[in-house]
């Protein structure tokens, strides 16, 4: 595969995709547990359950999506395919996460479970394709980042709207009725959805080489060839650390934005104020990483991030302002992670090629998800429990010490996380220069 300079356009088409996937990503993350337990009216324990047991099995059918897709063989390609014919199903499965059902008591809850489970099917249907084309579009660690950054800022302009717009559409479409609310913003998003996934297969091609056309390895060649390649393992442990800790901040503000600053009505501002610090300091962060390196960029994002979560546990907030100043701070400094990891994962593809000659990117991207959703699944559970412990109950009036140990959670638990990744990336070894000699080595090796 020949190094090229891509197109705006391939950029654009490609990046626009993950628009679309964030909408769903962040509706289920930003809203999926506050609709099981203040609009449904289900507990944070089973709520917890029900959510990680749908994660769970995203993350357990994700490596073999991409075990299949990565040989999958048709004039589309062997990725673009199941963005095209999976995007309706992901968005009939979708309408039907948000709709409440009939039932209660155990018929509830297993009805709740089995569509959790037909919708995270459907998104690794999806995503696992989506984010492999990455690897297939171009092998140019510069070009990687200038896509991704693409894509990131797509992803976080969906996220933006995802945070900013719902809870206003809810409102306009529900009023005070949260659960047709919550309907009608799952059918606008998956209109929307399904429209931008078709930009995003007519415009992007597939580059195949004779690496891609050999026979692929079988999975326990895969295997071997994952557990040498330490650069991936460094990345690996970061987003790991980051997605599971990062759960007890994302999934409490709802609440304390709710129960604990009594904001309710300032929910899409105050979530949009948040996704959008990230979305604009986009740009910023890719730049740095073009001219400093996606290492120090990210122990620069990282140590903003640290500080903003300080100050949000200690600072006493008493006001919106104070609030949102807060948010945009922590927004900034997370605004790196998405843009830094998947542009960094595709390298580890390279430096796994490297070191034992075999290539095989949606493999490799089944497997980090597989345990990022993993462990989002077990702190969705622990988060459920801990909700519980410290008294919260839904719709109720909450006391200080249920709001002060919500708060005590959003803070030092991600906190905790990135500590842990600054020292991980401290020792990823992939710069620029080091990735131009990796492919240098790897072409004269297949010469």
Known sequence: MNSETLTNRVRAGYGIG???ICLYWSGIGLYLLYFYTDVVGISPILAGWIYALGIGWDAITDPFMGYLAERTKTKMGSYRPFIYYGSIPLALSFVLLFWVPPFEGTVLFLFLILVNLIHRSCFTIVSVPYSSLTARITNDSNERTKLTTARMISASFGTLSMSALAFPLIAYFGGANEAFGFLWLAIISSLIAIALLSVTVYSVREKVDEIVTSN???????????????????????ILILGSTGVMFNKNLIY?????????????????????????????????????????????????????????????????????????????????????????????VEYGEWKSGIRTESSLYGFMTFAQKSSIAVAALILGFLLSGIGFEPNQIQSEETISGMK????WIPICGIIISLVLMYFYPISTKFHGELLQRIKERNA
């Open 216 to 238: 692929l390895p079988n999975f326990v060649s895969i295997t071997k060839t994952v557990a040498t390649n330490y650069p991936f393992w460094i990345v690996f442990g970061c």
């Open 408 to 411: 005590f959670m959003m803070s």
């Open 18 to 20: 993950d628009y679309a």
């Open 256 to 348: 304390f934005v709710k129960y604990g600053l009594e904001l309710h009505e300032y929910q899409g501002l105050i979530l949009g104020v948040s996704s959008g610090a990230s979305f604009f300091s986009l740009p910023f962060w890719a730049y740095l990483a073009l001219k400093i390196g996606k290492r120090e960029t990210w122990l620069i994002s990282m140590t903003i991030a640290f500080i903003g979560l300080l100050l949000f546990f200690y600072y006493p907030i008493a006001s919106l302002n104070e609030l949102l100043i807060l948010l945009a701070l922590i927004g900034v400094g997370n605004g790196a992670g998405g843009v830094l990891f998947w542009s960094m994962l595709p390298d580890t």
